[in-house]
């Protein structure tokens, strides 16, 4: 059992390995953020300096640190990388106006504009299940695993994208979000959606690429579930690759006790 120094602010234990598993319950869902085209990871998860006014600036600030270093030193410390999910300031979130950088998002149906880990966290408390809405390649760019680890700790539980870059879409697979494809051709503006709308996915036809119908308020559509192997699938329902490795490990150890 390794011995986790609590005072240490560059690794601290993860708190994505004990999850329930099965899908998500989508109903009364929010949008997080409302992306345009070709997101990527360094978008949805920075690795450079991190800003003193940030969210993760003032929960070292209050650790007594003084030099922030960056995300990406500090990426064994889930509580600093899930504060700067989505907030690169050349991110474009949709639901607070295309002049916005970075970092900031509107809570619903308060209309009060937050940070991104600020909203999380109210949505979390209310028990508010939370999407992301994108467009074309979202998770372009380099292989980074925290940006769906990020957006996990969050709270974000599914993406609906017009499509999704290779890599990412399996990294989501393996953290338990799904990844959802809009209607072939449709942005989710073309739609009809804003993204302060409320939305109900009901996955329960979806196996693995199965499709989902999506309502939100008063728009429906379908979505297809973009999981392209039975072994995808299985760590879907377990929660991630954490939980499920941690489940088969049990299992076979009870088969041979």
Not at 4 to 28: F, H, K, M, N, Q
Not at 86 to 105: K, M, Q, Y
Not at 155 to 162: D, M, T
Not at 166 to 194: E, F, K, Q, V, Y
């Amino acid at each position: 059992m390794y011995a986790w120094d609590e005072s240490s602010t560059y690794i601290r234990p993860p708190a994505y390995v004990d999850c329930e598993g099965g899908l998500p319950v989508l109903s009364g869902a929010r949008a997080l953020v409302a992306l345009g085209d070709y997101v990527s990871t360094d978008h949805i998860s920075p690795v450079g300096a991190i800003p003193a006014a940030s969210p993760a600036g003032e929960y070292l600030r209050e650790r007594g640190v003084q030099d922030f270093n960056s995300y990406g030193s500090r990426r064994g410390n889930h509580e600093v990388m899930a504060r700067g999910t989505f907030g690169n300031p050349r991110l474009r979130n949709l639901l607070v106006g295309e002049g916005e950088s970075g970092g900031t998002t509107l809570h619903l149906p308060s209309d009060e504009r937050l940070p991104v880990y600020d909203a999380a966290r109210r949505y979390t408390g209310s028990g508010t299940p939370l999407i992301v809405l994108a467009g074309r390649g979202y998770g372009m760019g380099s292989s980074r695993d925290w940006a769906a680890k990020g957006p996990w700790l969050l709270g974000v539980r599914a993406v609906l994208a017009e499509d999704f870059e290779r890599i990412h879409r399996a990294n989501l697979c393996a953290m338990g979000i799904l990844p959802l494809l809009l209607p072939t051709g449709r942005s989710w503006s073309d739609l009809g959606l804003t993204g302060r709308e409320e939305f109900d996915i009901d996955l329960s036809q979806v196996r693995g690429s199965g499709e989902a119908h999506v309502t939100a308020d008063g728009i429906g559509f379908t979505v297809r579930a973009d999981v392209r192997s039975a072994g995808e699938w299985n760590v879907l329902l377990a929660g991630g690759t954490l939980p499920y490795l941690l489940r088969t490990m049990g299992t076979r150890r009870e088969d041979t006790a």
